[in-house]
């Protein structure tokens, strides 16, 4: 089921109205069996076969969070406890995201030698839609445990309730349990303004979705497909394009999920924060799917040694963190090579001391425009982090090197024409306006309408939602991207 469908549209309210009345006239274990019922079902619309491989990791992780503190005193029977989550989930990961890449990458590697392998070995494995999310965050759970961080539940109920919310299932943010499990086994009782904003932040979701991200999808996926057509010009203003889209799409879901878990009195961590926003990589990484960044930083750089050690062992475990995170995203050497890229982007500023300069201000802190220098900035990291697009983007290395050459070599401008009649001029005015309106609203990624008066909030929701119905196409594919992760 997705956020931008009419399905959706129905079952939320149903589910919200049955969730509350429940615990008017109920109890709260009462109301986590429907929040459970009503995940697995929303899981279950895509393929009812892959909920048993998340009721496997529920039980693989809340028997072993339960033995490794029974045996807390016994460390080597704890890490070994451990362990076998650890390898069950990165099992099951390793099966269904990147056996066949293991394969057909082991053929690759063999026919170099001159050695042909007639029998490929290859299965026709269907990715599982947020496998790749609900394992990390049972296998965080185990982790906390283990490093007595937190307690594990003993309620089946509640831990299995924390891995199937629905809200966050297929694409996060990808909690901890010390936060999103601490509200589930509390009693929450219904907040007016907590809803309204909860409410707020799924249109304005939407609203990046369904009309950033959607409507120049035709525009970006015409010039990829055809970029060996293109000059240079018609190019670089294409992965700007998709830059903005997978932006849209990713944040505008973060957002639904947010705001949807706010109907039901839980508050999911922030997972972007104006990204586009930033004045260096690191900066970029801090407002980036921080959820992520800060599960990489808790549960592998940290144990590797952080920036404890020497440069050379920080620049190690740097590398390490960007290689690991671009091959989560997806089976491919072009993910690879794009983790590979922000790691060569990172270390200089790491190893200049500016990593952390910004975690704790936005651009133009106290003033409405930025600095000559801040500008600068951001337009140098912009293009960075959207140069580094042409690998997430393209289906091979192969197409990686070949978009790029033509980037380098096609000097000329051209008009662009898409074969469906979208006018590029159209789209990049609305990007620009959309840019300016997230530069105003950028001190608060959680309040995309305060404004101070009433008569402009009920414009801006007007027109928001008047762009939704506009875009809205029932014939195009409206899945997210980051579904096929």
Not at 430 to 453: A, G
């Amino acid at each position: 089921m997705l956020f931008n469908s009419v399905e959706y549209l129905i079952f939320l309210p149903i589910v919200f109205f049955a969730y509350w009345a429940i615990g008017k006239f109920g109890n709260l274990k009462s109301q986590n069996g429907l929040l459970l019922i009503a995940s697995y079902f929303f899981y279950g619309l895509w393929d009812w076969r892959f909920l048993f491989l998340i009721l496997a990791s529920t039980v693989v992780d809340y028997l072993v969070g339960l033995a490794i503190h029974q045996k807390q005193s016994q460390q080597k029977k704890g890490k070994l406890l451990l362990w076998c989550s650890i390898v069950f989930n990165i099992s099951l990961l390793g099966f269904f995201k990147y056996y066949n890449f293991f394969v057909e990458s082991f053929i690759d590697m063999v026919s170099l030698f001159g050695y042909t392998i007639k029998s490929t070995w290859t299965l026709k494995i269907i990715l599982p839609v947020g496998i790749s999310f609900y394992t990390f965050q049972t296998m965080s759970y185990s982790l906390d445990i283990y490093y007595k961080r937190i307690k594990p539940t003993r309620s089946f109920l509640n831990f299995a309730t924390f891995v199937a919310f629905f809200p966050q299932l297929v694409a996060g943010p990808i909690e901890r349990a010390s936060n999103l499990l601490g509200q589930i086994t509390n009693k929450r009782s219904f907040n007016y303004l907590q809803a309204t904003e909860g409410l707020k932040l799924v249109l304005w979701g939407l609203f990046k979705k369904m009309v950033i991200a959607d409507g120049i999808a035709p525009i970006v996926d015409d010039i990829f497909a055809n970029y060996d057509n293109f000059s240079a010009s018609t190019l670089i203003m294409g992965v700007t394009f998709f830059s903005f889209q997978v932006y849209g799409d990713f944040s505008g879901y973060s957002d639904i999920a947010i705001g949807t878990s706010k109907l039901f009195g839980i508050e999911l961590m922030s997972n972007f924060k104006f990204p586009n926003f930033s004045r260096n990589v690191a900066e970029y990484w801090q407002r980036w799917h921080v959820s992520l960044s800060t599960w990489f930083r808790h549960y592998l750089y940290i144990p590797l040694g952080g920036s404890r050690g020497s440069k050379l062992q920080s620049i190690r475990n740097i590398s390490i963190i960007f290689l690991v995170s671009g091959f989560w995203h997806g089976a491919n050497w072009t993910f690879i090579f794009w983790g590979g890229f922000h790691a060569l982007a990172y270390i200089p500023v790491f190893l200049m001391g500016r990593n952390t300069i910004y975690k704790d201000s936005v651009v133009a802190q106290n003033t409405f425009l930025p600095t000559f220098k801040e500008m600068g900035q951001l337009i140098l990291t912009f293009a960075i982090v959207t140069f580094s697009r042409i690998f997430f983007r393209s289906e091979s290395l192969q197409n990686s090197f070949a978009f790029i050459k033509r980037l380098f070599t096609q000097f000329h401008w051209e008009e662009y024409h898409h074969p469906m009649g979208y006018r590029m001029i159209d789209y990049f005015v609305l990007l620009v306006l959309f840019v300016v309106y997230e530069y105003i609203i950028r001190k608060d990624e959680r309040s995309p309408f305060k404004f101070k008066y009433r008569a402009v909030r009920f414009c801006v929701y007007t027109l928001v939602v008047f762009c939704i119905l506009l875009f809205y196409d029932d014939g195009v594919d409206r899945s997210f991207i980051y579904f096929q992760f």
